[in-house]
């Protein structure tokens, strides 16, 4: 598809290091197997945004979105986390990763990420190629992955590194009162090109390293031997080192992040709870005993934001918290949806609605803000939960809103529903074009 071409280039292959990379060429050339492991380095002590590694972008930690990608690629014979910090060990330990606990001889300010590596190759002599990634690349896709490692696995290549096109016109730096004057250093101003004119410069994205381990152990190097770049297009590329990056970040992660295996375009039915979710989770009693909840206008705009989009909305009230039958029915009316009580196991209740309406789980949404929602998080093909539901919640979600119950989190995540929606949309309208072009 026209979304996923790449180009590698030849400027930079013609490095070979003697016999020892050569020979090496040729066993992989030959289909051994080989242990390839995805290493990405998240230490604790971030000087730019504390612990952002783990802080939530666009719904999930930072450091899932490339754990994902790396998991569904289906390449790796493991994949790892390499960590000095309690709480960056459980999140990566949610996302599926196995851990390496760097030692303080690697965990100092002044370690340099080879060094890391270098441990990790000591500790694990089974690995034969490392992918180091870099957990502030949350625009990656297991497609990249794939064709990357294909330059080692199928043409013989040592290493093999991502790049991103960029047309900055460079200047020489000069120091104030030197007296010295700047002066281009990739243009000529007397024919300076335009953009379309200039193929511009590649320059390193960061975004992961491929890397045979002889390289490293016996050269110390993650770019060297038989080595290639990897195109990243512009949109894929984003980094994040400071906060002012993050909302960038985020809305670009929206539109050209990875959202895992199966797309969230058949989503026509959506479960939400009414407690926690839709309202704050308190209830109001009158001087008269009458029950009432507050709900927010903008969670009933993300309503009929999906409504509008054809998806069925369902409002859940729960046996172990249950609503007066008059004040569910204010609810249905106000909104223009079914109220159901379900009991102490969601699942069991919904699995029949969801039969009925002969979907299956990957068509539905939940949204959910309790342990009892669990099961349903996990199953559900889109989930969410606000940003104070417990940590258990927080878990088995896919998406983490920023906003609490019954203060737009429902908003939130229905535009994240129709973002995604649109995504799909659009990349099938692109997929048809491919076809009838090729």
């Not at 899932?64 to 910090?85: I, K, N, Q």
């Not at 940590?391 to 088995?396: E, R």
């Amino acid at each position: 598809m026209s979304s996923r071409k790449r180009v590698v280039g030849g400027n930079q292959r013609n490095g070979e290091k003697g016999s020892a990379t050569a020979a090496k060429g040729k066993r992989l050339q030959t289909g051994d197997k080989q242990h390839k492991a995805a290493l990405i380095l998240a230490r604790g002590g971030s000087k730019g945004i504390p612990l952002k590694n783990v802080k939530t972008l666009a719904g999930i930690p930072l450091i899932g979105w490339v754990l994902r990608a790396a998991v569904d690629s289906e390449l790796f014979d493991s994949v790892w986390v390499s960590t000095d910090h309690d709480h960056i060990e459980k999140v990566a330990l949610s996302c599926g990763a196995r851990i390496h606990r760097r030692s303080a001889e690697v965990s100092k300010d002044s370690s340099t990420s080879l060094d890391t590596i270098q441990e990790f190759l000591r500790l694990n002599p089974e690995v034969d190629i490392v992918c180091n990634i870099q957990a502030t690349s949350p625009c990656l896709h297991p497609f990249h992955l794939k064709e990357a490692l294909q330059l080692i696995t199928e043409q013989g290549y040592d290493s093999v590194f991502a790049v991103v096109r960029r047309h900055h016109f460079r200047w020489q730096e000069v120091k104030n009162d030197s007296g010295e004057l700047t002066r281009p250093l990739n243009l000529d101003p007397h024919n300076r090109p335009r953009r379309q004119d200039w193929d511009g410069e590649l320059c390193e994205s960061g975004s992961f390293y491929f890397t045979q381990r002889e390289l490293i152990e016996e050269q110390g190097l993650l770019q060297g031997g038989k080595v290639a770049y990897y195109e990243v297009r512009p949109e894929y590329s984003v980094d994040i080192d400071v906060d002012i990056d993050w909302p960038v970040a985020e809305q670009r992660v929206l539109r050209y992040g990875y959202f895992g295996r199966v797309p969230p375009e058949v989503v026509k039915l959506m479960f939400c709870n009414i407690s926690g979710c839709l309202t704050e989770g308190r209830i109001f009693l009158s001087v008269s005993g009458e029950e009432m909840v507050s709900i927010n206008t903008r969670d009933t705009a993300g309503i009929r934001i999906l409504q509008k989009e054809g998806v069925e909305v369902m409002l859940l009230t729960s046996s172990l918290n249950p609503f007066e039958k008059a004040l569910s029915q204010k609810v249905s009316a106000r909104l223009g949806c079914e109220v159901l009580c379900v009991g102490e196991q969601p699942l069991d209740d919904l699995e029949t609605l969801v039969k009925e309406r002969k979907l299956s789980w990957r068509d539905v949404a939940f949204m959910g803000n309790d342990e009892i929602d669990v099961q349903c998080l996990n199953v559900a093909g889109l989930s969410a939960v606000p940003s104070d539901a417990p940590v258990l919640a927080k878990n088995a979600a896919k998406y983490i809103c920023t906003a609490p119950g019954g203060k737009g989190a429902m908003l939130e995540f229905a535009e994240h529903i129709r973002l995604q929606k649109r995504k799909a949309k659009s990349q099938l309208e692109q997929d048809r074009i491919d076809l009838t072009s090729s």
